[in-house]
């Protein structure tokens, strides 16, 4: 785990940083956008065109917020135009590294580096920030463009579409007030929810994002059982958010984040909902459970000091569904 403050390498951040047991996640430092003409986003610097074949994205598989990243690049058809590398799932005191002696990494194929952390550096000898995945980096200006999952997928959702980006609308305009709300909810209880109750180092922290984490999954299941989507007959970027937490919930969160008063299978919907999501075309590739549980099991001794990686549960996302997957529909 690093923690650059002004440039310097600062390693083990989570450990010392618990103020009052409760885990708060913090602000990310980049937050530029690529837009179709390289006209200023929402936050940050203009400068960043939307062009085949000049961004590329470091991720890890493991990680949720790099995930839906990864969901909307295969959703909007843009693997051929925004390349990526796999850092190593097992984080240590330096944070991410490209060690490539786990299946399914690739070293950094753009910069070279060994630890993301001199990426980073790359874009600002003084940062000041968690390293973290996702990042998205600009080739041509040798920078990192924007490293908030929540800011890429926005952006990838449109940016590329007049570079040949599948057209695919996950944020319709009469639906966003709707995703907002939904993403807003979704985010503070759930995504962030887990990790609330997995990183609490105070008995009454833990429990009270452990409460507020299941009356959500209650309120998701009651909702799924009246609609199809979150948002109603079609799949947007909520959806997909919600994803990247749900589908790793059994695996790690129930037992390696103790969030245990049920697992996703004993909510008929959301396991449902889950299934439909992960057996929509380009998803289950994007799903690497062999990353997923080296990198919880073996990432944070103080919570698994054996580092055991967990040989089950037996999850079976192939399984049929009620939904119909999105784009499968003929
Ligand atoms: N708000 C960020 C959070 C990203 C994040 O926390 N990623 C984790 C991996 S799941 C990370 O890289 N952590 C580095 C660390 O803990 O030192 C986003 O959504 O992009």
Redesign the pocket.
Known sequence: ??LLVEGELHEG??EQEQEGGEFV?KA?PFRNWITPDGSPGPTGEGGFPAEAGRYHLYV?Y?????HRVLAVRALKGLESMISVDVVNPV?GSK??DFATDFPGTTGDTVNGAEYLYENYLRADPKVTG?????CLWDKERGTIVN????DLVRMLGSAFDGVDARPLDLYPEDLQEAIEALNEFIYEDVNNGVYRAGFATAQDAYEAAWERLFEALDRLEEHLGEQTWLTGGRVTEADWRLFTTLVRFDAVYYSHFKCNARRLMDYPELWDYTRALYQTPGIAETVRMDHIKHHYYRSHPSLNPTGIVPAGPLLDFEAPTRRTPPMTET
């Open positions: 785990m690093g951040w989570l996640r990310q890890s493991a990680c949720p917020w790099a984080m944070s991410w968690i390293v973290t995945v996702p490293n908030e999952s929540a």
